[in-house]
């Protein structure tokens, strides 16, 4: 072998065998362990047994056999979608006005996007615990324009309003960067040109700037709605008892039940679902940027 | 379009600022302001568990930082020497999955293959796991950025690889390898989720703590220990930036 060869190998080789050992082995593991039958006492039973492979379907057949599984896909498909969209809409007008503050500005009103993003994840799931207390000043002040309308106070707190809330919190940087990293990229030129065409506001930022922006769009998509789809943390802290996703349900096999051949199979349909999501993603933006 | 931005903005820091501001108030409960007290920042030094908690963290935060930062370091500077089609795809996409999918395919290998207890090892393990892409992108931006005849010229000088690298490639991305190691220990720190799947009973790092205390009991001693926490890796965080730029691109999670 000679040296150039030796240090590539030496350079890339150790990486390589941790990603190996502790990413792709454990990944294997978890395909494996879907297919064979739970333990006694949880866990796994033995692979072999009574002189044959214990290898099965059940956990597949199970999972298409009671519609509950597949309604909490779809509910966390949903959830994770309309994340999505309100993270667009959050993001949006904050990464065109960055676009458009002088430059020295724009780094710091990225930063100040960011920065909420250093703090503890829990800690920021946390603090819509107390905004939507039943105690607090928000649903007080909710709460009484509810009850001034005739209805039955609304609990704020453990609720998919609250799931929904958390979910956009934890996820919304993940929009803005890449939108203003696309729209950074717009030549303004194009603006004043369909403006001396005649073009009002309104038309300006939907026959150019938003076509312009959607691999930012899609980019920003995959960022929040991937996340979303496998979070358990943010529906069991904000969400009530009937407010459980795929995450949840997942959680529950390895650390509650103790089923794990059901929990890598749950594991194996999200990962399917993130792949699929990942591939879409990826096409759109492609094919979006063949049009701009 | 400034108005929404601004109250998108407000959204941003209206509950953090919240979360602060109650760690100081003189009540057991959220709700009402009753006065200024430090006094749940006396409770959170007397707490035991907490204080092991932040202990393990930090150990765990140290130990995960060094070791993917020369993993990470490797990676990187393969990744950006070599054609490599594996590697990055191994790096990166433990950084892009949901989280819970690498806890718990973890979790399943080190009980059932490796059969090792669950607890500083495990975590530790894990933590490198996803810190080693994070590290590994910083590093092959830097050297994106850089002229390769310098590489060229040490060799020409006759230079081995080891030279090259100790006296030319790692001096120059030095504040990217600072960079990384100082992100490492962020989201070591900060990590909730795998270590949630890989700690088992025994052990509790800070964030492991929180939970438990949101679930069982909000007392205010959980926005000190925010406040605090909150305070150490915004800290971090502005230090790692000042070494390298791309980390407030990079920190997204």
Not at chain 1, 258 to 286: H, K, N, Y
Not at chain 2, 86 to 115: C, D, N
Not at chain 2, 140 to 151: N, P, Y
Not at chain 2, 159 to 178: E, K, N, S
């Amino acid at each position: 072998m000679n040296k150039e060869k030796l240090t590539r190998w030496l350079v890339s080789g150790p990486p390589f065998l941790f990603m190996v050992v502790f990413f792709v082995l454990p990944a294997l593991i978890m395909v494996v362990a879907s297919f064979r039958f739970p333990g006694e006492h949880g866990g796994l039973a033995p692979m072999f047994e009574n002189s044959s492979w214990q290898f099965t379907l059940e956990t597949y057949q199970f999972f298409f056999s009671d519609f509950i599984y597949t309604e909490i896909f779809l509910k966390s498909f949903l959830i994770a979608g309309l994340t999505t969209v309100i993270c667009i809409a959050m993001a949006y007008p904050v990464a065109l006005l960055i676009t458009r503050v002088p430059k020295r500005f724009r780094d710091v009103m990225i930063l100040l996007v960011v920065l909420p993003f250093a703090s503890n994840f829990l800690i920021r799931v946390y603090a819509w615990m107390i905004i939507l207390g039943p105690q607090s000043a928000f649903s007080v002040a909710i709460n009484s324009v509810v009850t001034a309308f005739g209805f039955e106070p609304v609990p704020l707190l453990f609720s998919p309003f609250a799931v929904i809330v958390g979910m956009v919190y934890v996820h919304l940087p993940f929009m803005v960067l890449p939108l203003y990293t696309n729209l950074e990229k717009h030549d303004p030129i194009l603006l004043d040109a369909a403006q001396d065409l005649g073009a009002n506001a309104w038309r300006r930022f939907w026959k150019v700037t938003w076509p312009l922006s959607l691999p930012g769009v899609y980019a920003g998509s995959a960022l929040v709605f991937i996340p979303v789809l496998g979070m358990f943390a943010v529906p069991d802290i904000l969400g009530g008892t009937g407010d459980i996703l795929i995450g949840n349900l997942i959680k529950e096999q390895f650390l509650g039940t103790r089923d794990w051949p059901f929990g890598s199979t749950l594991s194996i349909m999200l990962t399917l679902a993130v792949l699929a999501i990942a591939a879409l993603a990826m096409r759109f933006s492609r094919k979006s940027l063949s049009y701009a | 379009m400034w108005f929404a931005a601004l109250l998108v903005y407000l959204f941003l820091y209206l509950p953090l600022t919240v979360v602060v501001i109650y760690s100081f108030n003189d009540s057991r409960l959220n709700a009402e302001w009753v006065g200024f007290t430090w006094r749940w920042y006396e409770v959170l030094f007397q707490d035991e568990e907490m204080i092991q908690a932040a202990v393990n963290s930090i150990l765990i935060a140290l130990g995960a930082s060094l070791i993917a930062t020369m993993l990470g370091t490797m990676a990187g500077i393969a990744m950006h020497r070599y054609k490599l089609k594996a590697l990055p795809f191994l790096v990166i996409t433990p950084v892009a999955m949901p989280e819970i999918l690498l806890g718990v395919s973890l979790l399943l290998f080190f009980i059932q293959v490796l059969h090792l207890t669950l607890g500083l090892l495990s975590v530790l393990i894990a933590h490198i796991t996803f810190c080693v892409g994070f590290v590994a992108i910083v590093i092959r931006a830097r050297l994106a950025g850089m002229d390769e005849s310098i590489f060229e010229a040490a060799r020409d000088l006759g230079a081995t690889p080891w030279q090259t690298f100790r006296l030319v490639t790692l001096p120059l991305i030095m504040p990217a390898v600072i960079a990384g190691a100082l992100m490492s220990f962020t989201l070591s720190i900060d990590d909730f989720v795998i270590t949630f799947f890989t700690a088992g009973v025994g052990v509790s790092t800070l964030p492991l703590q929180i939970y438990s205390m949101i679930k069982i009991a909000v007392t205010p001693e959980v926005n000190a220990v925010s406040t605090l926490l909150m305070l150490l890796t915004l800290g971090m965080i502005l230090l790692a930036a000042r070494f390298d730029k791309t980390v407030l691109r990079g920190e997204t999670r």
